[in-house]
């Protein structure tokens, strides 16, 4: 959508009251994101394309009573227009709906004294450092003779969410991320390095930068291995490609059906637990500093664990992991309710952490014997959802540690491991710090992970992938 197309549509809070005033008899909760991003790629030692873009998207959900229960319907779209017709079509989508078994009265009078203030809008400022560092990094490629290729993203999220039962919140989500892909000339070898930020810098790039270049020149040696069970350590980053597929497994219901890696065998789940000798400690806040988030639930649809009606319920600080034991899966209200637990909504971030770490990466290679730095997982997928097994490829970087130094670039892998059970083989755990999961980053771009040294991590076979 072009800018000025949003520039003239109605303002959001209007949007939100409209809709509950055409609700008319019927409950519903209105939900409207105005987003805006400005993006900037290069590729080959020179920028390629860059541009700005702004969409705005509603949904009414209804809530229809009847005599065996509340019925719910969903209806959404992008950009603007009148919204009666949207008010019409979920509540006709909730009349032919059967009862929800997610019922929970709606969450009333939570309220954004900002409520009815404009969208706050992102442009070329937030990625303007970056993109005047990025001059010397592209300089530095061309003199070393590798190969620069990625881009730098800046994005504003601001949701409004108005219910018939008075909540009216707001708020503002900014997001940002680099990524940069640095390859020899000759395609020979290949390194990545990304991270999140909200703010961007050009010492940012930098680090990515020479963070790339030392990888490229460990990979100037080549050492073929084959298939087997490897002691490696795991940069925070693909740590967090690991652990936030165990926080979306953290579903209660799933886990009470039986359907889950914290099923427990014989019935019920595995909260009390223990996962890891280490404690281990797996949280999510809101307030969580550089990290931060927003404080309330949306959502747009009823799942296992999250609910429409939990809309603007609020969200606070979670412990999924405390001291090395299962804590917390998540559950609706109606869920909650029924399980006679509390209630633990998604939240928006993700933090791990072993108190009183204080480990480098850089630490944690010098004190591996031998084993391998993989720098980047990708194309994960779940194998087994009972034990959480998840298989996929290394790239971009495997690197052979031998005697605590890096002495060359590996062949990649295809590896089968369950983040649950690499809990319980982390040999050594660093410090936290912010990190950018390449694979579920551009969703879920808020994390703080460790480096991880982790014992007989399986690489089921070698892979052709580079």
Known sequence: M???????????????ERAIAAAAGDECAVIVEDRSEAEMRFANNTTTTNGQRRDRRVTVVSFVAGPDGTSVGVASRSGGGDVTDLVAAAGRDARSAPPADDF??????????DFEEEPAITGFGPVAPVVAGLSEALRRARAEKHVLAGFVTHQSATTYLG?????????VQPSGYLQLVARASDGSRSAWAGTGAEELSSDQLAALDDRVVQRLAWGERH??????????????DAVADLMIVLAEAASGRDAEDGRSVFSRPGGGTRVGEELSP???ELSSDPGMPGLSCIPFLVAESSSADVSVFDDGAAIGPTSWIAAGRLERLRYHRAAAMRSGVLFTPPVDNLALSL???????????????????????????EVDL?????????????????????????NNFRFNESPVDLLRRVREAGRSERALSREWGEWMSRTAMPPLRVGEFNMSSVSPAS
């Open 223 to 236: 050492v073929e291995l084959p298939a087997g069970r490897y002691e490696v350590v795991l940069p925070p």
């Open 163 to 171: 219910t018939s039962a008075g909540t009216r919140l707001r708020h």
């Open 355 to 381: 108190p009183g770490a204080t480990a480098s990466l850089d630490e944690l290679v010098a004190g591996t014997e031998r084993g391998l730095l993989l720098t980047c997982l990708w194309y994960i997928r």
């Open 2 to 16: 072009s800018d000025d197309r949003t520039h003239r549509l109605a303002p959001a809070h209007e949007v939100v």
């Open 104 to 113: 929970a009265p709606l969450i009333g009078d939570a309220l954004s004294p």
């Open 278 to 280: 280490l404690p281990f």
């Open 386 to 410: 009972a034990t959480l097994l998840l298989t996929g490829l290394t790239r971009d970087g495997v690197y052979l540690v031998e005697h605590g130094e890096v002495v060359g670039a590996v």
